[in-house]
């Protein structure tokens, strides 16, 4: 990608170096099937699925003994993650320019999110978030939560490798935090907490691909204002999407895969959605839930 001159958001935390102190169990977290091969790389919001277990007991953040003592760490950052963290804040400036316009232009306010950069483990509004988990986005604080080592382990572990691999990543993420301000999120996740878990994971997926897809319209725009896609970015993003697949991952961990338990979406369904909201950049075509099954 071309980032060359761009902006770096001032809407991030970076509690790196940093380490929480007890986790919390966050019970009831859905639709990861192995902790850890599909929870660290579903590129997803785990903690989310996680909230419906709690949300009878008083909403986000309700779970008690769950004091956290912060520690500031003393190390230095290499190169490296300093170079991954200016890149992951300019990549959340890049969705706060294409989205508040995108909102402005269907007569809304855009509410910007807030990144959280940490180390291994941090406190969030929706429980304790750990690096096994992946990215993820908390709408209970509004914030995505990124480990940047995600980035080395994508890389080592699955061969997703690439700048606009990385930024995809950070744009899901961002396209969770698009559901809740229009209030995709919330019903889904107040309709998902009444269902068995196979049918609350069928609109898990749905979730997601949406959440896929408004990346492609966040890249989409970003090319058209910043001529940011080089040759190759678009291959990276398409193999990291294929990768993080549901039917890959379970494969990949175990032999075989159980579709039942998706909760992501396939390769192939996030490829798709992906590349509609890339091709297209038209928001209103993202009708992941007025979809059959079939045509996901």
């Known amino acids: 990608m071309n980032l060359d001159g761009r902006r770096e958001s001032s809407n991030v935390e970076d509690r790196r170096g940093m380490t929480g102190g007890k986790k919390a169990g966050l019970a009831g977290i859905g639709g990861i099937i192995i902790a850890m ?3 660290y790389f579903t ?3 785990p903690l989310e699925a996680g909230m419906q277990a709690f949300q009878e007991n008083g909403g986000l953040g309700s779970l008690t003994g769950t004091n956290t003592e912060v520690n500031e760490g003393q190390r230095e950052f290499t190169e490296e993650e300093q170079e991954l963290a200016k890149f992951s804040t300019q ?3 890049g969705t706060e320019d294409v989205w508040k316009e995108i909102f402005e232009e269907n007569e809304m306010e855009y509410q910007v999110p807030t990144m959280v950069l940490y ?3 941090t406190q969030t509004a929706c429980g304790q978030g750990s690096a096994q988990m992946g990215p993820f986005y908390c709408s209970g604080d509004q914030k995505l939560y990124i480990d940047l080592s995600f980035f080395t382990n994508m890389k080592r572990q699955l061969g997703a490798d690439g700048d606009f691999a990385y930024a995809y990543v950070i ?3 961002v396209g969770h935090h698009v559901e809740y301000l229009t209030g995709i999120l919330q019903d889904a996740h107040e309709k998902m907490a009444k269902l068995p878990q196979a049918e609350a994971n069928k609109l898990s997926v749905r979730l997601e691909l949406l959440a896929d897809f408004y990346a492609g319209v966040w890249a989409h725009h970003d090319n058209e204002r910043f001529g940011s896609l080089e040759d190759g970015d ?5 193999n990291c999407a294929e990768v993080i697949g549901d039917d890959y991952l379970q494969k990949k961990a175990r032999g075989y895969a159980v579709p039942e338990s998706f909760n992501h979406g396939t390769s192939k369904q996030r490829m798709k959605w992906f590349k509609k909201g890339l091709e297209t950049g038209d928001v209103s075509q993202g009708n992941t839930f007025q979809c059959s099954d079939a045509e996901l």
């Open 91 to 93: 990549i959340l400036a």
């Open 43 to 45: 590129g997803g919001n």
């Open 171 to 173: 744009a899901h993420e």
């Open 37 to 39: 091969a599909i929870a």
């Open 234 to 238: 678009i291959e990276e993003a398409i």
């Open 119 to 121: 180390t291994d483990g």
